[in-house]
């Protein structure tokens, strides 16, 4: 499958630096730290996982493999003690700045990542789930995988838990009768249960109560959810506009730049931004910081929400039209808007239109994206049937991969 990337590339975790090859100036290593086009993967991955300063490639084709791109690998076939003989039969994989967690249909190894061992840093067996029970990792056979030690958490067997997203501090789960728990620091509205509280324990998110939901995401300090409808549900901090709800702090950065564009380098009392309304004056706009409930976010009017992903301040969602739809901070151009230009309002990114792709999948990572294409066809053609597992049936009749 062919993975297209964009944003934070520091490490290398998008595409090698050409300066850390060929030994360029390093006052030429800030154009290559911010990728702001899509540029396209060397590997052709069947997964992708991201962390801040790494991206690992899961190939599941055969006997399967993960290879490593980032902080410490660049210089090393092995990435950091994992190799592909290491990895081999691996079904999925999650990363974090710390840890590479494996996942195979037996056991699940943990490999730390600060030092190159040749053994897992921990592992556990687990029972081989049949095709009917199977659960999506990091969730595992009576509980989840976190990033952290002791690693394995249990859970209740009457949650019955299909699907789970670990944030940055917090937990949301999804149940096999659609409905939404969250657990964990609660300090930015991300549980969704109205308050700023955090919770022990998993907790129902009522608001989302009686309306059946399909996938979950989390963010740094946000959580989204994608109903059966194909509606898109949003909460959590919004102070880069990641939940798609207006923002003050790009309000501001907005009225700041166009004012300096304009050469006002004074502070106008009439066109300054941070001018408070007047007693009997009314504030019209509306800005959110902080929001604590569920939100339906209207991402476009004419097509329903396949997939999402959250990166730590920005928000990523594919259609099943095949477009895929950023938001949220894009200092380092993790957006695909071909800027560095953060947005509290869904744009699509008109890269892939203009290629001629479809975007079947998206994975972001901290600060950068990865988004999963397949090459338009010609509809009235007869096409092979597609083997991709995340199409949907529409665009599998229409499209085929490259």
């Not at 944003?7 to 595409?15: M, V």
């Not at 600060?114 to 509980?143: C, H, N, R, Y």
């Not at 969704?192 to 309306?211: F, I, N, Q």
Request: glycine share 10%; charged share 20%.
């Amino acid at each position: 499958m062919r993975w297209f990337g964009f944003g934070f590339n520091a490490f290398g975790q998008i595409c090698v630096q050409q300066e850390l090859v060929e030994g360029k100036e390093s006052s030429e290593a800030a154009e290559e730290v911010k990728v702001i086009n899509p540029t396209e993967l060397s590997d052709h991955a069947d997964r992708i996982r991201a962390s801040w300063s790494r991206r690992a490639s899961l190939h599941v084709d055969g006997d399967g493999c993960v290879c490593l791109v980032g902080f410490g690998t660049l210089d090393s076939n092995d990435c950091c003690g994992i190799s592909t003989v290491d990895s081999s039969g691996c079904e999925d994989a999650f990363i974090s700045e710390s840890h590479l967690t494996l996942a195979f249909p037996d056991r699940i190894e943990c490999w730390d990542l600060q030092k190159k061992e040749k053994t897992p840093s921990w592992s556990m067996e687990i029972k081989p789930q049949s095709e009917g029970s199977a659960v999506d990792f990091p969730l595992v056979p009576g509980g989840y995988i976190t990033s952290k030690p002791p690693f394995y958490c249990p859970l209740s067997p009457h949650l019955k838990a299909k699907s789970l997203a670990l944030g940055g501090e917090h937990v949301i789960l999804l149940t096999a009768a659609g409905a939404v728990y969250t657990w964990g620091l609660g300090s930015h509205g991300q549980l969704g249960h109205g308050g700023l509280t955090s919770e022990e324990e998993p907790r129902a998110v009522e608001a989302l109560w009686g309306m059946q939901m399909s996938s979950v995401a989390s963010g740094g300090w946000h959580s989204v959810c994608i109903s059966d409808g194909g509606d898109l549900y949003v909460w959590g901090w919004n102070e880069s506009g990641q939940l798609g709800l207006p923002s003050r702090g790009l309000m501001k950065a907005s009225h700041k730049k166009s004012s300096q564009q304009a050469g006002e380098f004074h502070q106008d009392v009439s066109t300054s931004p941070s001018k408070e309304p007047q007693e009997g004056e009314k504030h019209e706009e509306v800005f959110i910081s902080i929001q604590a409930f569920p939100a339906l976010l209207d991402v476009t009017p004419s097509c329903e929400i396949q997939t999402v992903s959250c990166g730590s301040r920005h928000t990523a969602a594919v259609t099943t039209t095949g477009d895929l739809y950023t938001w949220g901070w894009g200092e380092y151009g993790q957006l695909g808007h071909q800027t560095l230009t953060s947005s509290d309002e869904p744009q699509r990114v008109e890269f892939f239109r203009a290629e001629r792709m479809q975007v079947v999948d998206v994975v972001c990572g901290a600060w950068n994206t990865f988004a999963a294409v397949v090459k338009e066809e010609v509809s009235s053609l007869k096409i092979p049937q597609n083997p991709l597992n995340n199409m949907p049936h529409e665009l599998s009749t229409m499209y085929q991969e490259v």
